[in-house]
């Protein structure tokens, strides 16, 4: 099913009508405004999108009797005077994609037409169950239409109303108006109106309509009818009921004015990450008015592809730089934020606790299932989770091997392409590079291994040596699929595998011996290099440097006393960077599982909260943490952030791991599984670790195979296509960028928001998304380059 786009049109004055409980007159304020609009000789119309009850009650009918006029429509009607989702058991249910389709549909036909004012009643109180269970709050949300709060005028409703209108806003919903009845007894509409005023939203006491006759005979429905068009007639011309209508054709106009002014403000105020701003424009900047599920709401003032609305789904295929894991605008973890703030708010962390940093430490250990941890340490973003690390393996290397930095200089060991962040620390700790060759301070510390890539080109997948490295590490190789590649088991007893580890035990013999070098750590980006290129690194050679690094300390002080005895590490630490591939990005709860290697030291980080609060965690073995322990509070490791754990983002990042956790075991994968399990089910390995993506094996069969794509790869949820440069490629190649803008207009469905590192374009989900977004991405993808 296609997504749906927010609700907001020039022509249209759109609103959703929520009522702080059931039976609180949503239908009876929904009259009056529709009349209020009628008689000032504009088109009002009125949707229902489910109704249940007797036909001649329906609240439409009560629109159509006393409306002036206006236009009515119910979508789907139930007989029963229950809730809907009790009517809707014995009937066709519409899908909650459905019934967002037709209401959009409707709204977007009504916008086309001469209707200047519409209005969309729910059912029963904000969190009433929509026809399939779902809570309306949740249910209508992808609408995000601006809010008419009716509030409860009854004993008890002062409550209820502040309860509704604090859903709503934690949803993300624009609440613009309040109204309800007065009742000079409770008088809440004086107390309402003192606590929305403090909000700047307005709100509108109306008068009570007159009541129903006891007796309904012929007579008494004449006098009653008569006595509610007098009702109508009155109430709708109401000074504060007509002030209202303009204040809410005022927001609607001012809104889209300054969507329309944001991308030319930015550019003149903002000063964007990894941007060139030479020769950028303001169209090149994207105006994203909400987000939720997997799209971002992007302003789309004068888009052929869908012109009569001004916001238009975009599928954000970067998963807002690697964070999101559970969809933008989750219920379930703005709730748990917004408990932790209430609860706590952010609270000094040094020498003190918090349940949700210790209940985060605990159940991350728990899902890392790495022996060797013992201790968390917590920062708030991947680069300082990183410095925090290389600041622990350097220390555990020279308390081992009695060095003194001071006076030496210390290395590390990595790969070519390695990246861990911006900070200043942990630059050093990468290549000269785009990213940190003009940075002043870059020294660039250690040593970074070229090493065999995992692509598939022409429908196969293989290993492809650096021509430099041929000699030494034997020629490229074919598997018969991912899940064979991955066999590690086989393949460290092989030939290759010998090649790979008496090359990087050479190497790291030579830099030490003869160039005097002195390294203090071993730092991977298991299985996939991100920002430097979505390199996909042969696991067989990670997880050889490893073992020869762990295998022969010897090689690291051939000339020094001899090292501290009994080490849980051996060699180096080791350092796994899965800030980016950590946490089921890859489709496990890490990416270590691959190599089957368990580091000394881990950062994980963006999919940590599910991609709604910063936060980092640095997780160490004792040993570790022990290189730190003196009577000196010098040799403390002297490192911490203003929001070190902050509860927010601990609490979201518990419910987060749990949520993540519980999918990988209730089968919400298992359709993505079997398609991966057939293909290694196909080769002569049956017995192969389990490898699977998102992404499906035919479709990078089949973009594998065309011209412009020199190769491709997808795990977990990341895709990633490298199209044929002539210039080389590289991270200043500009060749993605066209099939970047092919994918931003998109289709009839959505476009797309995606990202390049120079000639590759790299697509992301969540893990969360839902196939049909998947294949309709495919089908974008395939248009675009078959």
Not at 214 to 219: G, L, R
Not at 517 to 533: D, Q, S, Y
């Amino acid at each position: 099913m296609a997504p749906v786009g927010a609700g907001l049109w020039r022509t249209l004055r759109a609103h959703q009508v929520y009522g702080a409980n059931t039976d609180v007159g949503k239908t009876i304020v929904s009259t009056v405004l529709c009349n209020a609009v009628q008689r000032q000789k504009q088109r009002a119309a009125f949707l229902k999108p489910v109704s249940t009850g007797a036909l001649d009650e329906a609240d439409d009918r009560h629109l159509e009797r006393y409306g002036a006029g206006a236009l009515t429509k119910c979508l789907y009607q139930f007989d029963e005077p229950v809730s809907p989702h009790i009517a809707a058991k014995s009937k066709t249910i519409p899908r909650d994609d459905d019934l967002l389709a037709s209401i959009h549909q409707t709204l977007s036909g009504w916008a086309r037409s001469d209707i200047d004012f519409a209005l969309v009643e729910t059912a029963g109180g904000v969190h009433s169950p929509g026809p399939n269970g779902n809570s309306q709050a949740d249910l209508y949300r992808p609408l995000r239409l601006p809010i008419v709060l009716v509030a409860d005028s009854r004993l008890g409703g002062i409550s209820s109303s502040i309860s509704a209108y604090e859903s709503l806003v934690m949803r993300g919903y624009d609440v613009q108006s309040v109204l309800l009845f007065r009742d000079d007894y409770y008088q809440n509409h004086d107390y309402l109106g003192q606590f929305f005023s403090k909000k700047s939203i307005p709100l509108v006491h109306l008068p009570a309509p007159p009541g129903k006759p006891v007796q309904m005979d012929a007579d008494a429905q004449r006098r009653d009818e008569e006595a509610m068009h007098t009702y109508y007639r009155q109430a709708s011309q109401e000074s504060e009921i007509l002030r209202l209508l303009e204040e809410m054709s005022l927001t609607n106009k001012t809104r889209i004015e300054r969507l329309e002014e944001m991308t030319e403000k930015a550019k003149d105020l903002i000063w964007y990450p990894f941007t060139q701003h030479q020769g950028m424009q303001a169209k090149d900047i994207t105006v994203i008015d909400s987000a939720h599920d997997d799209y971002f709401q992007t302003f789309n003032s004068g888009s052929s592809a869908n012109p009569d609305s001004e916001l238009r789904p975009t599928f954000d295929a970067s998963a807002s730089w690697w964070t999101q894991g559970l969809g933008h605008g989750n219920p379930d973890l703005s709730l748990s934020a917004a408990y932790a703030a209430g609860r706590y708010g952010h609270v000094m962390f040094a020498g003190a606790v918090h349940e949700p940093a210790l209940s985060l430490a605990s159940d991350l250990l728990e899902t890392l299932d790495n022996p060797r941890f013992r201790k968390v340490f917590y920062t708030d973003n991947g680069s300082t989770g990183m410095e925090v690390a290389i600041k622990m393996g350097l220390r555990a290397a020279c308390d081992r091997y009695g060095w003194d930095a001071s006076q030496e200089k210390i290395n590390i060991l990595g790969l070519r392409g390695s990246y861990h962040g911006d900070t200043i620390g942990v630059m050093d700790c990468s290549e000269p590079s785009t990213y940190n060759k003009k940075v002043e301070w870059y020294r660039g510390r250690g040593h970074w291994f070229d090493f065999p890539l995992v692509k598939m080109v022409n429908g196969k997948w293989k290993v492809e040596v650096p021509a430099e490295l041929k000699e030494d590490l034997g020629a490229d190789s074919e598997f018969s699929s991912l899940g064979s590649l991955f066999d590690l088991n086989n393949r460290l007893s092989s030939e290759t595998s010998g090649r790979y580890k008496a090359y990087i035990h050479r190497t790291i013999k030579d830099l030490v011996e003869t160039h005097g070098m002195k390294f203090g750590a071993l730092i991977l980006e298991p299985v996939i290099l991100g920002a430097g290129g979505m390199l996909f690194c042969d696991p067989l050679f990670q997880r050889c440097l490893t073992d020869v690094v762990r295998e022969h300390p010897e090689l690291f002080s051939p000339n020094a006393p001899a090292a501290k005895e009994s080490p849980s590490w051996s060699g180096l630490p080791v350092i796994f960077d899965e800030v980016f591939t950590g946490l089921y990005r890859l489709g496990r709860p890490t990416s270590a599982s691959f190599l089957g290697v368990h580091p000394d030291v881990g950062v994980n980080a963006k999919l940590l909260t599910g991609g709604l609060i910063p936060l980092c965690t640095t997780t160490a073995s004792k040993e570790i943490f022990d290189a730190f322990s003196s009577p000196e509070k010098s040799d403390a490791l002297l490192h911490g952030h203003s929001y070190t754990a902050h509860a927010m983002g601990c609490t979201v990042a518990v419910d987060s791991l749990k949520t993540m956790s519980k999918l990988d075991k209730d089968g919400s994968w298992d359709g993505y599984r079997a398609d991966w399990k057939e293909v290694a089910s196909s080769s002569t390995q049956e017995s192969t670790p389990e490898v699977w993506s998102v992404w499906s094996n035919g479709l990078l069969q089949d973009l594998s195979s065309a011209e412009s794509v020199e190769s491709v790869f997808a795990i977990g949820t990341v895709l990633s296509i490298s199209l044929r440069d002539e210039q080389g490629g590289g991270y200043t190649s500009n060749v993605a960028k066209g099939l970047q803008q092919k994918l931003a207009v998109g289709g009839d469905q959505f476009n797309v928001h995606s990202r390049v590192l120079g000639n590759i374009l790299y697509l992301m989900s969540s893990v969360t998304s839902k196939p049909d977004s998947l294949r309709e991405m495919e089908r974008l993808l395939r248009s675009s380059l078959l």
